[in-house]
């Protein structure tokens, strides 16, 4: 990726079901790179239980309504949208909070939500705070707010939906894709071509540098730790093809880290 | 010495010249205090006082240059502030130092839309799309019903120059810092001396509102444990885990190449002077080098995340 990125790409190929009461929303953003041209995504996730509804990250994406025509569409039948889990604060994350919070009155944004009275005054009253263990209850799919281990600000949250054993990651486990027809919407596992590894070195590069000056053989074994522990079935990064098939993708995603202190990018 | 104007609500105050009155400003700090309470994730959980986040404003004759929009809960003060230094010839363009953080382009609709602003330098192409961020259909930057369908983007190189004035007789050198945690540029303007660090130099405070809102030589308290704290429990916590040779010479070539006077955070006092810099920097350098790990010692993962 150069300096340069571009948002002008669509919500082609979304939204997508990963599951039952998941729904993959967002579109992509086109990230020019050493003369071709990357996409990664700006994804959100509509996370379902039998009486409510909670959506992963409203960001800014490409197109700044996408996210509110799909949302609109996919609640036509499903329960209603009560919560927002804001990952983090970061514009391709939390950019439309005070537009979905505009758009559903009943709703309210939860996680670690410091900084947000400043940042949506007009909302602030509608930010609770959820803690790192804590979780909320959708109707037979619980979503627990989870400490991030690959993260950024010191407010970034993971999450976890119970019935999708579903992780949902922001910006770790991200990875671009190619711009090529057919590959937008596609889970990992639809996408066997894709060198993972050097497409998530790639957005570590640019995206979080403190990985390339430190040791993440650590961080690795967290990860490994929590995966084991949760059972988790699939991973749900805000930038990257949602992984289905974590046993197989996890080396490259491994090797994606080491790499980035190994072999950094100029 | 700093002057500041009367208010101490939203203090406008003028760095540059150091007798200048605020219309006459040549940098100018638009400073709009907070709490700090434990709900700010940029200041340590355990710290309590008051700090300003800041916008600069650089003039150089009919034109002029903002550094950074604010935090939109000031954005009536900020936009009042921006009102009272500028004349209605005054061309205005803005800087965007962390185009992908919502303190860095909260208010840029606000202020594009009452200065008739037409150009953005910022970090990627299209500032319209990465700061759209209002319900208010007057500050919508995209769609059919956008205002602003001629604002233009100049998309930042990670070494770049750029001026306040269309004739370059005020040029802006700005780089991208190895001290940094996400995409982010600073900027030194050399007419003033003045490093516009961004995120980094942020850690002075007060315990009030009265301020004042300028560290100098004699009233600077911060020391070593404080910015210690104050960065391994905020956005710099993996310092403390990381290899830092290579930041602490990207750091020294920062300041061997300019020749800085003044250090202008997004948050927090403006520290002013040369004795001052240079004790901040020799804080900052003696941390990294404290901090850095080395081959033999022990990773610290998540000890010191806030």
Request: proline share 7%; charged share 20%; net charge negative.
């Amino acid at each position: 990726m150069t300096s340069v990125v571009t948002a002008s790409g669509t919500g082609q190929g979304l939204p997508q079901q990963l599951a039952p009461g998941l729904l993959w929303l967002g579109s992509c953003i086109e990230n020019p790179y050493l003369g071709s041209i990357l996409h990664t995504y700006t994804s959100a996730f509509l996370v379902s239980g039998t009486e409510r509804s909670l959506l992963v990250d409203p960001g800014l994406t490409c197109d700044p309504t996408v996210l509110e025509r799909q949302l609109s569409a996919a609640l036509e039948d499903r329960p209603p949208l009560e919560y927002i889990f804001l990952s983090h604060q970061e514009t391709p994350h939390a950019g439309a909070a005070g537009r979905i919070l505009h758009q559903y009155p009943e709703a309210i944004a939860i996680g670690d939500v410091r900084d947000y009275h400043l940042l949506f005054p007009d909302y602030a009253e509608r930010f609770r705070a959820v803690q790192t263990g804590e979780s909320v209850d959708l109707g037979g799919n619980e979503f627990v707010v989870l400490e991030a281990i690959i993260t950024d600000l010191p407010t970034t949250r993971w999450g976890f939906a119970s019935q999708h054993r579903a992780l949902f990651s922001a910006d770790g486990f991200a990875y671009a894709h190619h711009h090529r027809a057919g590959q937008c919407g596609q889970t990992a596992k639809e996408l066997p071509e894709l060198d993972i590894s050097e497409l998530a070195h790639i957005f570590y590069h640019f995206a979080l540098p403190w990985i390339q000056l430190t040791d993440m053989d650590p961080y690795i074994q967290r990860i490994e730790t929590l995966l084991r522990d949760l059972d988790v079935q699939l991973l749900a990064p805000a930038h990257g093809p949602p992984v289905t098939e974590v046993g197989v993708a996890l080396p490259e995603l491994f090797a994606a880290l080491r790499n980035a202190q190994a072999q950094p990018l100029a | 010495m700093a002057r500041s104007a009367p208010s101490l609500g939203s203090p406008i105050v003028v760095l540059d010249p150091p007798s200048g009155a605020t219309e006459g400003g040549r940098l100018v700090a638009l400073m709009s205090p907070y709490d700090v309470d434990g709900r700010v994730s940029w200041h340590a959980p355990s710290v309590r006082g008051v700090a300003t986040a800041n916008c600069y404003l650089l003039v150089e004759g009919d034109s002029a240059l903002l550094c950074d929009t604010g935090l939109a809960v000031h954005e009536r003060a900020l936009l009042e502030q921006i009102e009272t230094c500028l004349t209605p010839s005054t061309s205005l363009s803005l800087l965007v130092l962390r185009q992908g953080e919502l303190d860095s382009i909260a208010n840029l609709a606000a202020i594009a839309a009452r200065f008739s602003v037409t150009m953005v330098h910022a970090q990627y192409e299209r500032i319209e799309d990465w700061s759209d961020i209002h319900s208010r259909p007057a500050l919508r930057m995209t769609g059919p019903a956008s205002r602003f369908p001629d604002l233009q983007t100049h998309p930042l190189q990670s070494r770049d120059s750029i001026s306040v004035d269309p004739a370059g007789t005020r040029p802006i050198e700005v780089v991208v810092p190895r001290l940094r945690l996400l995409r982010t540029h600073w900027a030194f303007d050399a007419a003033t001396g003045t490093l516009f660090s961004s995120d980094f130099f942020s850690y002075a405070i007060r315990p009030d509102r009265i301020g004042p809102w300028v560290v100098t030589a004699v009233d600077d308290p911060t020391d070593e444990a404080l910015i210690e704290e104050h960065l391994l429990r905020t956005r710099y916590w993996w310092l403390a885990d990381a290899s830092l040779d290579a930041v602490r010479r990207d750091l020294a070539a920062i300041f061997d190449e300019f020749a800085v006077r003044r250090i202008a955070p997004a948050f927090g006092c403006v520290l002013e002077g040369q004795t001052v810099v240079a004790r901040h920097y020799a804080m900052i350098d003696d941390l990294l080098r404290r901090l850095g790990r080395t081959g033999a010692s022990p990773p610290r993962v998540g000890q010191t995340r806030p």
